[in-house]
């Protein structure tokens, strides 16, 4: 079972500096993530804000961005639009990449380096929740949605043939509306292939894991803003928010461990009590719990402790001195059973030992 160990100054990696030991469960790790990034979803749902505020946040990017000489996101989008067999792949890229190699990664670090996986997945945790901070507070237009003035076309629509992506945004066809088209500040696709970038070339071991590295947070960076779903100052926001995020690990860890310091007395006391209870409790050899109830009577049938079928035991006679449950006299189920209304003591009762000597 993975497990991350903690080390102390002469560790490597993002969990430096960190003294307890946690011991990883892919059943506990699965849910929390997808806690997390169901939060993430619907708080950006929730998050949409006025389209006109939207609109104006998207152009003060663009005019800033041409004030410092940084408008990189006209030239791409004009190369994307002008040439298929670039666009289609980046149309791809967009829609697809972003939720695949995440998770892939995480899933890597989970098995191959687990004495770092709690610390990178408290980053990626962290800084998502951060980008949704800046989704609710500056809701921003992306370049493809702003007036055909501003010199942008929306390649995702333009290619949404190709894909199973429709005209709005990167979700699948006819279901546009369950996202929010209006966070686009800051770009977590940016963001989150940075992340995958910094574990990769962190701890990857090959020349080609290294390229790999590089190489994905670049080409996403270019892939954003030539699809025209991000500026250019998104992507740097993206990358600020994960830098944001790495400065908060520790804090965010070393409160979690002291909350699972306080819990864990109250668990252990709840547990304890349990088990007490059980034990209390009396079961049979194979840990069933037995019954402690007396035999129960009624319409003249008496069911023991423990039986299934209940014997039927008539408790009166026939004028005979026979059993009225059945012919011959014999009462079913106690072969040792007096009839009702003899009594205990009678003249039979001396005859009993001669009986016994003439039968021996």
């Not at 500026?231 to 965010?252: K, Q, T």
């Amino acid at each position: 079972m993975p497990q991350t160990e903690a080390k102390g100054a002469g560790s490597r990696g993002i969990s430096e500096g960190l003294t307890s030991t946690v011991r990883l469960r892919w059943w506990t790790e699965l849910p929390l993530i997808l806690l997390v990034y169901g939060a993430y979803s619907a708080g950006r749902l929730l998050a949409r804000g006025d389209v006109t505020t939207a609109v104006g946040h998207g152009l003060d990017i663009l005019r800033v961005e041409k004030a410092l000489n940084l408008n990189l996101e006209h030239p791409l989008n004009r190369l994307f639009t002008a040439h298929t067999s670039i666009g289609v792949p980046a149309d791809f890229w967009y829609a697809s990449l972003h939720y695949l190699v995440t998770p892939l990664v995480l899933i890597w670090l989970f098995r191959s380096k687990a004495v770092h996986y709690a610390a990178a997945r408290t980053w990626l945790m962290v800084s998502t929740l951060i980008g949704l901070v800046g989704f609710t507070l500056m809701p921003t237009c992306p370049p493809r949605l702003l007036e055909k003035s501003q010199g942008f076309v929306d390649t995702m629509a333009q290619y949404s043939d190709w894909g199973w992506w429709g005209g709005q945004a990167s979700a699948p066809r006819g279901l546009g509306g369950m996202t929010n088209q209006y966070a686009a500040m800051p770009s977590l696709h940016v963001g989150w292939s940075l992340w995958c970038g910094v574990m990769l070339w962190r701890y990857g071991r090959t020349p080609l894991v290294k390229a790999i590295a590089i190489a994905y947070p670049l080409l996403t960076t270019i892939v954003v803003m030539g699809t025209a779903n991000h500026y250019f100052l998104d992507a740097v926001a993206g990358a600020a928010v994960m830098g944001l995020g790495l400065l908060l690990v520790r804090p965010v860890q070393r409160g979690a461990a002291r909350v699972k310091d306080r819990l864990r007395p109250v668990v252990a006391t709840a547990l304890a009590a349990r088990a007490a209870r059980r034990a209390e409790a009396p079961s049979d050899a194979t840990g069933a719990p037995v019954a402690t109830d007396s035999s129960i009577v009624s319409a003249g049938c008496q069911t023991s402790a423990g039986e299934r079928i209940p014997h039927q035991r008539k408790l009166g006679t026939d004028p005979g001195g026979k059993s009225a449950a059945k012919p011959g006299g014999k009462p079913r189920g106690n072969k040792g059973a007096r009839p009702a209304g003899r009594a205990a003591d009678t003249g039979d009762s001396a005859q009993t030992p001669a009986r016994g000597a003439a039968r021996t």
